[in-house]
């Protein structure tokens, strides 16, 4: 003989669908109530045209951009201190104009003030005797500098 199939509970599906009903109704109902949002619509904000802002000039390269301070007369600028090693005594310097083993620097800064004769420099860990614009270099020099101050060619 063949099962019987198990019927649903009528009671507990009627009651789900009861809850289910009332939910839907509540929803519909708050929102035909409310009105509508609208999104705000926001006017674009005027731009100043460059015409007619003040002349300011145009912007400062170079040494002219540097502080008086940090300025020397005469002077070919080589570029910032971007690192310096205190337990060799050694900065790193990115060149900005070619420099050799025999040239007067002078390291100008907030607090530092050093002129000296390049004796030793070096490229990858490897001594050179000259190097070009672009150049990465690590010079050796008699006291500390910072990686504020700037470097000229005497």
Request: glycine share 6%.
């Amino acid at each position: 003989m063949a099962k019987k199939k198990a019927k649903p509970k009528k009671k507990a599906v009627k009651k789900v669908t009861k809850k289910v009903a009332r939910k839907t109704a509540k929803k519909a109902a708050g929102k035909a109530k409310a009105a509508p949002r609208r999104r705000a619509v926001r006017a674009a904000p005027k731009r100043k045209s460059r015409a007619a802002a003040p002349s300011a000039g145009t912007p400062k390269t170079g040494v002219a951009a540097l502080p008086a301070e940090k300025q020397v007369a005469g002077g070919v600028l080589l570029g910032h201190v971007e690192d310096y090693f205190a337990h060799v005594n050694v900065m790193a310097l990115k060149l900005l104009a070619p420099i050799s083993v025999g040239d007067t620097i002078r390291i100008k800064g907030h607090t530092t003030d050093i002129t000296q004769r390049i004796e030793s420099m070096q490229i990858n860990h490897q001594p050179v005797q000259a190097a070009s614009v672009g150049d990465s270099v690590g010079i050796k020099i008699a006291d500390r500098a910072r990686r504020t101050d700037v470097v000229y060619k005497i």
